[in-house]
């Protein structure tokens, strides 16, 4: 199990801007994959975006696609969401997770998640 921690929620009107973090204190991500999920109230949890650590592979859910970009940031040690034009429907608590296997593998470690509210 991998320790994840998510930070870089919030409220923020609808076309604007947040950037997400997960930070995996004292691990590195090497040949991890590392996704990003999100709940919505009364929605079923859904993957938005996965990156494979080995190669770099990105991976966005159609919802977000073109709007999201996820990235690792080699000088912090984390795994971050950068959100663009967003939404209300974008509304939710977001949460990283991990496995060492693949994008399209079972996460096994997760964050206890990032409360997002689009709103104006």
């Known amino acids: 199990q991998v320790q994840l921690v998510e930070s870089g929620g919030g409220l923020v009107q609808p076309g604007g801007s947040l950037r997400l973090s997960c930070a995996a204190p004292?691990?590195?991500?090497?040949?991890?994959?590392v996704a990003w999920f999100r709940q919505a109230p009364g929605k079923e949890r859904e993957q938005v975006s996965c990156?494979?650590?080995?190669?770099?592979?990105?991976y966005y859910s159609d919802s977000v696609k073109g709007r999201f970009s996820i990235s690792k940031d080699v000088a912090k040690n984390t795994v971050d969401l950068q959100m663009n034009t967003l939404k209300p429907e974008d509304t939710g608590v977001y949460y990283c997770?991990?496995?060492?296997?693949?994008?399209?593998?079972?996460?096994?470690?997760w964050g206890p998640g990032t409360q997002v509210s689009v709103s104006s």
């Open positions: 004292g691990f590195h991500w090497r040949y991890y994959a």
């Open positions: 990156l494979a650590t080995s190669d770099g592979t990105a």
């Open positions: 997770a991990t496995n060492p296997w693949s994008c399209r593998d079972t996460f096994s470690s």
